[in-house]
């Protein structure tokens, strides 16, 4: 079945320290990629997205992502967090194959930042 | 910076009852999409209007939900009658145009609590 799978639930890091979210799509062809931020109170912001090309992208607030094929993954990455960056953070996709273009999210990460 | 309003901001209802939420995009922005969002989950597109128009309302519940966007400008969603399970954060966002290569700007959302 497509999916988009985020195996983390909950991950805690510490001021300053690298992070790296999980993403892994299950689809039939590659799927446009997005990750997508959601601070308390507020909507959700894209923070990067990947159609084609160089598999290392660049997005905003200092985050990056790479694509692996080989892996069916999308994982984001940021050398050093901020406190700012508590936050719940969604990868989602738009198979590019099928009738229905639209986002798929998956269950989020939520990142607690530790002083 | 232009940005996506929703209203109310936070809504608690009985069961049964009927409830609605009212969504303004994006000035200038023809694509609006509904979003649910259960605790502890990625978002799920309800329905998506081109315009005054529906393209997508597949996993919208019909018989209790119904979202209209008249003028093509902004958009209420109805449920009436409000159950139980509906207690969700729904989102309202907006784009350009269709397909992936436009951008989805989100509003804050509306938290609904069914008592």
């Known amino acids: 079945a497509q999916s988009v799978t985020q195996p983390d639930i909950h991950i805690t890091v510490s001021e300053g320290a690298s992070l790296e979210l999980r993403c892994n799509y299950s689809y039939g062809a590659t799927p446009y990629l997005f990750w997508y931020v959601q601070s308390p109170g507020q909507g959700l912001q894209l923070l990067l997205k990947?159609?084609?090309?160089?598999?290392l992208v660049q997005g905003i607030k200092g985050f990056e992502a790479e694509f692996k094929r080989s892996q069916s993954s999308f994982n984001l990455r940021k050398p050093s967090v901020h406190w700012s960056d508590a936050a719940e953070y969604f990868c989602?996709?738009?198979?590019?194959?099928?009738?229905?273009?639209?986002?798929?999210f998956g269950q989020g990460t939520r990142l607690t930042i530790n002083p | 910076e232009a940005e996506v309003a929703q209203s109310p901001r936070y809504k608690i209802t009985e069961k049964s009852q009927a409830v609605a939420f009212w969504c303004d995009p994006i000035s200038g922005h023809a694509t609006l999409y509904w979003y649910r969002q259960i605790l502890g989950q990625g978002p799920e597109l309800l329905v998506q209007f081109q315009d005054e128009s529906v393209v997508d309302d597949s996993q919208l519940p019909k018989d209790r939900f119904s979202a209209e966007r008249l003028k093509g400008v902004d958009s209420t969603l109805k449920i009436q009658p409000a159950e139980l399970g509906d207690s969700a954060m729904y989102l309202c966002?907006?784009?350009f145009g269709r397909g992936p290569y436009n951008e989805q700007f989100f509003g804050p959302g509306t938290r609904l609590t069914v008592l």
């Open positions: 966002a907006s784009s």
């Open positions: 989602a996709v738009t198979p590019t194959q099928g009738g229905a273009q639209k986002l798929v």
């Open positions: 990947y159609f084609s090309g160089d598999t």
